[in-house]
């Protein structure tokens, strides 16, 4: 464990994004070096539009970058084939989204099994792997309810036990608590200080502060450029 | 994603629109359905027309002599031409029997519809009557069920008596005994001699509506003009005999009509291969126009599946983003949307079958026409409907795997 502590997980160097619209072009990145070690818990702040979402994106390879570089886990990603990303989202990636993105026609259990699918596990060790990980964020009882016939936080939760069935290198949550109200978002949060806790490396964006404070580190993007990166003075694991 | 989660997932989208699916796959439902009772017919009728047709209409190891064609297709010029031709006589048979030099029967046939009436005034119309030599019944192997078949002699010397059909007999008496009874056949006296066994219909015609009486007796006059008959049937003791005695057939015909080398012949001889040669020729065109109008109906299907799928793309974009969020790869959405087409078509393809044997079965019930279920048109409808499906799939599924992932996401 503590070999793999000071590992970096990400590595970005002058990571850039441009979106071209229309006759304009938005710089959505212009250079962001950011490194986040095994079992880090950082969150990512920012105005809107200062590029969260985008950075987030290209951490989780769902896009690529303009310029600039990408070690994922020690390998470059920046310019890997499609299929290529794809498995690296499989196999390295967890992603929460604030509006759940469950598939809304299968149950819980088919949602987490999801990226064991695609994955290629055998069916049995699917099964046990998925109802494993909806235990493990308490919902042993919904298992064959769709989404929905689940509360927002129960959404939530499975969308968290699918990010984490593959057992990803990181944890990406893009304001996974904002389509939540502020009881529930406190749950959820509350199982990300315990995952965290378990050693998983979490990556958070949000804009409220006192969800960010869950992190024992804030990045602050400003126009596409990391304005601040601030360690806290929370205690670190276990103690 | 194996192929067996792919299907449920699709069943489980296709019973979430059951209407939608089931207009999409329309174009599939009916070509197949189509398909699938036209060839049960065909192919009922093939079997029927090989198994039984050929023996009732021409009998076994028989050759016929006619003035044209049993079955034909003719044009108005041929018509016309056939109108031209002489009409076979009763010395036209004499010939035969006495020129042939093989082992084989000879008779002669006229036929029309009669009128029959039994003494006690119940009355019998549209039967098919017969005048035949006595050597009728053998070359055409009508079995007797009860009494006798007329001789030679009473043919000679034109007595008039009759044989009748297992229904013309019972129309006529119900349940008296008809033998040695008197029956009128369109006015004229016959003494009922005989009753044949039940052979049952022929295309919804009844075999067993008929009465045959010698072709000398007064029947001659009601089928034909004096000396003339319809046909003379011949059958010869072995089929290996069937060439050579068409040969001589056609040798003597020609010398009696006083045919030239270069002259065609004013009759024909057919024999049941000529029936089956027809009929072949039918089901021929049938299946090669057919698939043509089939193929139509699919194309159209597999353009309204195409339609329906690049909607079903549309409408499922965001899904797509997280199924590529979560690691499925661009074949994984490929094979989904393959999938998905492919069995909403074959889906299409089962319904289609499933009426088009309905639509067989109605046809067998309500029409003479026969018809028989064949199982391996059933499994080429069945890929064919999924073929459609993949086909109309294929760019559908490539639009739904070029997505990008955040783009997809973001939509809605
Ligand atoms: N697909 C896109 N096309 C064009 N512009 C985009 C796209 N995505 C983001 N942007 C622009 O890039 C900038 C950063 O956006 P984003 O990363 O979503 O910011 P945040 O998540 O911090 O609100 C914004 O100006 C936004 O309008
Ligand atoms: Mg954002």
Request: proline fraction near 5%.
């Amino acid at each position: 464990m503590s070999a793999s502590r000071n590992h970096a997980i990400i590595r970005t160097h002058a990571l850039k994004k441009d979106y071209v619209l229309g006759a304009e072009i938005v710089h959505a990145l212009r250079g962001v070096d950011l490194v986040i070690d095994a079992n880090e818990y950082v969150a990512i702040m920012g105005p809107s539009g200062s590029g969260k979402s985008t950075l987030m994106n290209l951490i989780g390879c769902l896009d690529t970058p303009t310029e600039g570089e990408y070690w994922l886990d020690g390998e470059p990603v920046a310019g890997l084939p499609d299929d290529e990303l794809a498995r690296i989202r499989n196999r390295e990636i967890g992603f929460v989204f604030q509006t759940f993105n469950l598939l809304p026609r299968a149950t819980a259990l088919h949602n987490v099994e999801l990226p064991l699918i695609y994955g290629g596990i055998p069916r049995r060790e699917r099964r046990e792997r998925a109802q494993a990980m909806l235990e493990r964020v308490a919902l042993a009882d919904r298992m064959h309810h769709r989404p929905a016939e689940l509360s927002g936080g129960q959404r939530q939760r499975v969308a968290i036990a699918r990010a984490l069935v593959n057992r990803p290198s990181i944890l990406l949550a893009d304001e996974p608590t904002g389509n939540l109200d502020s009881q529930t978002g406190a749950e959820i949060m509350a199982l990300f200080d315990l995952l965290h806790g378990e050693g998983q490396t979490i990556l958070l964006v949000t804009h409220e502060h006192d969800i960010a404070e869950h992190a024992h580190r804030a990045v602050t993007l400003r126009d596409g450029l990391i304005a601040s990166d601030q360690l806290r003075s929370v205690p670190a694991l276990g103690s | 994603m194996n192929p067996r989660a792919g299907i449920a997932l699709a069943l489980a989208q296709i019973r979430a629109q059951k209407l939608k699916s089931f207009f999409a796959v329309l174009g599939v439902i009916i070509g197949v359905m189509f398909l699938i009772a036209v060839v049960s017919v065909v192919e009922g009728m093939n079997r029927y027309i090989t198994e039984d047709f050929a023996r009732q209409v021409y009998g076994l190891n028989t050759i016929t002599v006619r003035r044209v064609p049993e079955i034909n297709f003719a044009g108005p010029s041929e018509w016309r031409e056939w109108q031209r031709r002489p009409r076979l006589r009763f010395e036209d048979a004499d010939a035969i029997h006495e020129q042939l030099g093989l082992p084989a029967l000879v008779a002669v046939e006229s036929d029309a519809d009669a009128v029959l009436e039994a003494e006690d005034g119940t009355e019998v119309k549209n039967v098919w009557l017969s005048g035949a030599s006595a050597d009728y019944f053998r070359i055409m192997e009508h079995e007797i069920a009860r009494g006798r078949l007329f001789t030679p002699p009473e043919d000679r010397f034109g007595i008039p008596v009759v044989v009748l059909g297992h229904e013309a007999a019972e129309k006529l008496f119900g349940s008296r005994d008809p033998l040695g009874r008197r029956v009128r056949i369109n006015g004229f006296p016959f003494r009922v001699i005989g009753v044949l066994e039940q052979e049952g219909s022929l295309f919804g015609f009844s075999l067993d509506r008929r009465a045959i009486a010698p072709a000398h007796s007064p029947v001659a006059r009601m089928v034909n003009p004096h000396g003339i008959v319809d046909r003379i049937v011949v059958r010869v003791s072995d089929a290996q005999l069937i060439p050579l005695a068409k040969l001589r057939l056609e040798a003597i015909m020609r010398s009696r009509r006083g045919l030239r080398p270069n002259d065609g012949n004013n009759f024909v001889i057919e024999t049941s291969d000529e029936g089956l040669s027809f009929w072949a020729r039918i089901s021929r065109i049938l299946y090669i126009a057919f698939p043509g109008l089939v193929s139509i109906a699919l194309v159209v299907g597999g353009i309204v599946i195409m339609n329906i799928m690049l909607v079903s793309v549309v409408e499922r974009t965001r899904e797509i983003g997280v199924r590529k969020a979560i690691g499925a790869r661009r074949r994984d959405i490929i094979l989904q949307v393959l999938v998905e087409s492919a069995t909403l078509s074959g889906l299409g393809a089962i319904l289609g079958i499933a009426i088009g044997i309905g639509l067989a079965w109605l046809v067998r019930a309500l029409s003479p026409l026969p018809a028989v279920i064949a199982p391996q048109w059933i499994a080429a409808a069945v890929l064919l409907g999924v073929g459609v499906g993949m086909i109309a799939g294929i760019y559908p599924a490539a639009r739904a795997a070029a997505l990008d992932p955040v783009v997809a996401l973001r939509h809605e």
